[in-house]
């Protein structure tokens, strides 16, 4: 796919668990109310994937979902964003 196709595609954002021997990232779709898991690359290698996402086909299991027709892109919550994630979580314990 080229950069000019990925436009207009939607990107989700997950986390990245590299406990088990394959990575896999969660990302929250906002259609079927559940987390969608992917399969996950150890390391981005081109520039691309790391600034547009991975282009994935949907997991929704909800039909009307509009995912369904050219899936999603995902992108990793960068470690900025994990330190926010983290930081406001701290604030409403
Ligand atoms: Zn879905």
Known sequence: MTTKELKGIPVLKGF????GRVPTI???CPFCKEFHIHGWP????TFNAQKYGQ???AHCTNQE???KNRGYL???FT????????RRKN???
Do not use: G, M, N, T
């Not at 990245?16 to 406990?19: C, N």
């Open 55 to 57: 282009h994935r086909v």
């Open 16 to 19: 990245v668990d590299r406990s």
């Open 42 to 45: 150890k390391s981005l290698e």
């Open 79 to 86: 470690k900025k964003e994990y330190a926010e994630i983290s």
């Open 91 to 93: 604030e409403c314990q």
């Open 74 to 76: 995902i992108k990793e």
């Open 26 to 28: 969660s990302v929250w």
């Open 65 to 67: 979902s509009p995912f």
